[in-house]
């Protein structure tokens, strides 16, 4: 399907934009509500390629559209103000499983959406830096002035931009975090830095530098969306717009100055020290650890707590030996990311892995690598800490020194020529490089890729009831879309009690988060729809607990998803649930169906491929 070609067909076909008064989407279609549903050319639309039907139900005209609808969703976003990217549930519901993966999708969720700007401002100070080095550009110039602002504003105010996305994560209140964030970063905060004597009511503490910081602004949004929860139900309606945000700002904005960030600096000046003293002690275990640990201390904002290490080593001896092994680790992460670019066959994710890896590269911002795609594959960025660790203890061990203070990249690896054993250098960085590369594309990762894939002849995929109810046939499902098969053929489920279960082992590849459909895919390739009732989606979520999130594995069984039946039905709404094969091109027969009552786990109906369904693929 061409998702733009459709859009803009089904767009033209409702009567344009200005015949639109709102547009969302379900599981399977766009629902428009129009203005004259009269200017609405059905037969235009259903002959647009990519649509199955159309269908006016609930003062809503909606174009069925499959599986891809989102796509489609999105591709209106950009030729109208209606659609556009539609919430998923990794950033509205909390993730679950254990806490690691837990994290490892908290950041991926909030970093995301900053990952191309941090791409393009990172490629940018690398173009910034060459034009410099090859004297192109004279860096004393108002030229450079503004080009330098350009590359370093973004990633200088992170915590800004963090707090939008931490917001919208979280579920506080964004131009609240926005206030928060830019207190941290306000010129006279900043200039405040490392000044004795400061006090808060009485309170003393030590301000710490908060630009470029990541740990402080999401654990304060973090805990601004408990407070706001808590302000909304206890403040009187008439003030708590106003007052809300007055509280948490007043609360939150000390909170980080007096506690949260002098103890991120403590932590930090402690994990610095006791580097510092390895390093002193056994160059090689102190070039291990910088090299394998800085991209880690990166991601928790600590690495802080080794900068001024870095001042006090040239101060007192006109050379950095702490930061060499830095460059293997920024290099290394580089390198791992290199090799998802290589080895993905996921074209967005290939798209993502090029400029992170020239960024990485020339410019040594590692940000868009590590947050977007070496911590989320996890592998990639195990792979460049064994680089760092490696090529680390090599250059430490040749004694390699920088002569002045700066970002370790691949643009100022000129900093280290001539301090130390070139030899040791030229090897410590193929190792921090080459080792990362190799592992990534040799041992590989668990790729992202919605691969096609093509059962064997005669492959049944059994079914099992996802709920307890009575089992109807598909066309006495009271939505002409779901009860003619347009959707996929299976039968109708009418519920008896309010849990969902997997009906076989599958990968959750859509969970919306109104909890109102779910998605799953079988190994052997059939794909399967759970809608719960008829027109539910306009509940928004309401009587719907969603237990399980996109991408997540789940076995036979397990508990997918919860609802309040008696509410539903008391809101309106029919709670017939059709239980559908939505890839009829590779499983085109379904046979066996169950009917009258069953109960979750027991057998629903079989799923077949046949050999004219994929003969052709």
């Not at 370093?152 to 707090?163: C, G, K, T, V």
């Not at 973090?222 to 206890?234: D, F, I, N, T």
């Amino acid at each position: 399907m061409d998702h733009s070609k459709t859009a803009a067909g089904v767009l033209k076909g409702v009567g344009g934009e200005d015949n639109v008064q709102s547009l969302v989407h379900c599981a399977t279609r766009l629902r428009f509500v129009l203005k004259d549903e009269s200017k609405a050319d059905s037969a235009a639309i259903k002959a647009t390629p990519g649509v199955i039907t159309t269908a006016q139900a609930g003062g809503q005209y909606q174009v069925v559209i499959g599986n891809d609808v989102p796509e489609v969703f999105a591709e209106i976003g950009k030729i109208s103000k209606f659609g556009g990217s539609a919430p998923t549930a990794a950033t509205t519901d909390a993730p679950r499983g254990n806490l690691f993966n837990r994290f490892i999708a908290m950041i991926a969720a909030i970093f995301t959406p900053l990952l191309w700007a941090l791409a393009g401002t990172g490629l940018l100070k690398a173009f910034l830096a060459a034009a410099v080095t090859f004297g192109w550009i004279d860096a004393t110039t108002s030229t450079y002035l503004v080009l330098n602002a350009l590359s370093d504003a973004f990633i200088n105010f992170l915590p800004i931009a963090l707090a939008i996305t931490a917001a919208r994560y979280f579920k506080a209140s964004e131009f609240t975090s926005l206030a928060i964030a830019g207190a941290l970063v306000y010129p006279t905060i900043t200039a405040s830095v490392g000044l004795p004597d400061l006090t808060f009511f009485g309170i003393p503490f030590t301000m710490v530098t908060y630009v470029s910081s990541v740990i402080p602004i999401i654990i304060i949004v973090w805990l601004q969306s408990h407070a706001e929860k808590v302000l909304y139900r206890v403040l009187p309606g008439a003030i708590r717009r106003f007052v809300t945000p007055m509280i948490v700002v007043l609360i939150a904005v000390p909170l980080v100055f007096v506690v949260i960030g002098p103890i991120s600096a403590v932590l930090s000046g402690w994990i610095g020290n006791g580097i510092g003293w390895v390093f002193t002690n056994a160059p090689w275990a102190g070039g291990a650890l910088m090299g394998g640990l800085w991209q880690v201390f990166v991601i928790f904002g600590l690495h802080w707590g080794l900068v001024p290490l870095f001042s006090l080593e040239y101060q007192t001896t006109g050379q950095i030996l702490l930061i060499a092994p830095v460059f293997a680790a920024v290099l290394a992460q580089a390198a791992a990311v290199a090799g998802v670019w290589v080895r993905t066959r996921n074209k967005n994710l290939k798209s993502l892995a090029a400029p992170a890896t020239l960024s990485g590269f020339l410019a040594g911002i590692t940000e868009p690598a590590i947050y977007g795609i070496n911590l989320p594959l996890k592998r990639p960025f195990a792979f460049g800490i064994v680089g760092g660790v490696l090529g680390g203890a090599l250059m430490a061990l040749g004694g390699i020194f920088s002569t002045s203070f700066v970002v370790p990249s691949g643009l100022a690896l000129p900093a280290l020529f001539g301090n130390g054993s070139m030899i040791m250098l030229v090897i410590g960085m193929a190792t921090a490089i080459i080792v990362p590369f190799l592992l990534t594309v040799i041992v590989g990762f668990k790729d992202p890729v919605d691969e096609a894939v093509i059962p064997a002849e005669g492959t049944d995929v059994a079914v099992l009831s996802p709920i307890d109810g009575t089992v109807v046939a598909l066309s006495e499902t009271p939505d002409a879309a779901f009860a003619d098969g347009s959707l996929g053929q299976g039968v109708a489920i009418k519920p008896r009690s309010g849990a969902v279960y997997a009906p076989f082992d599958a990968v959750v590849v859509a969970a919306f988060p109104t909890g109102h459909a779910i998605g799953l895919r079988h190994a052997d390739g059939a794909e399967l729809l759970i809608h719960i009732g008829i027109d539910t989606v306009k509940l928004g979520g309401q009587h719907f607990s969603l237990k399980v999130t996109s991408g997540q594995q789940v076995a036979a069984g397990d508990l997918l998803l919860e609802f309040d039946g008696d509410a539903i039905e008391a809101a309106g709404y029919d709670l017939t649930t059709p239980v559908i094969i939505t890839n009829p091109d590779l499983y085109p027969e379904v046979g066996d169906a169950a009917s009258g009552p069953i109960a979750h786990g027991e057998p629903l109906f079989f799923a077949r491929a046949v050999e004219s369904a994929f003969a052709a693929k």
